[in-house]
């Protein structure tokens, strides 16, 4: 089991950069995959990127070379860097944690990107 909270959203304008951040409750070296999803309104949940213990990362083709995925086990801690954003990124972004067989998800942080 483990807790995760987001955090790092806002508003940020076209073309502009964010840096969340996932801390979790527990140590997360043991925890093969985590990741970044996002919901926007009137939407499904879709994936945004994902990291394994290892470092292997794997990218939804829409955000490819603008998000950056990177986890700090001495932190317990899972990044987003997000740059030149666009406003179909706006959404509210979750935290994943994969412990089979269950999905752990934090509360979401809102993401805005508006002139």
């Known amino acids: 089991q483990v807790q995760l909270v987001e955090s790092g959203g806002g508003l940020v304008q076209p073309g502009g950069s964010l840096r969340l951040s996932c801390a979790a409750s527990?140590?997360?070296?043991?925890?093969?995959?985590m990741g970044w999803y996002r919901q926007a309104p009137g939407k499904q949940r879709e994936l945004v990127a994902t990291?394994?213990?290892?470092?292997?990362?794997n990218y939804a083709d829409s955000v490819k070379g603008r998000f950056t995925i990177s986890r700090d086990n001495a932190k317990n801690t899972v990044y987003l860097q997000m740059n030149n954003l666009k406003p179909e990124d706006t959404a509210v972004y979750y935290c994943?944690?994969?412990?089979?067989?269950?999905?752990?998800w934090g509360q979401g942080t809102q993401v805005t990107v508006s002139s």
């Open positions: 527990r140590i997360i070296r043991s925890i093969n995959t």
């Open positions: 994943n944690a994969r412990i089979p067989p269950t999905d752990y």
């Open positions: 990291i394994t213990s290892t470092g292997n990362t």
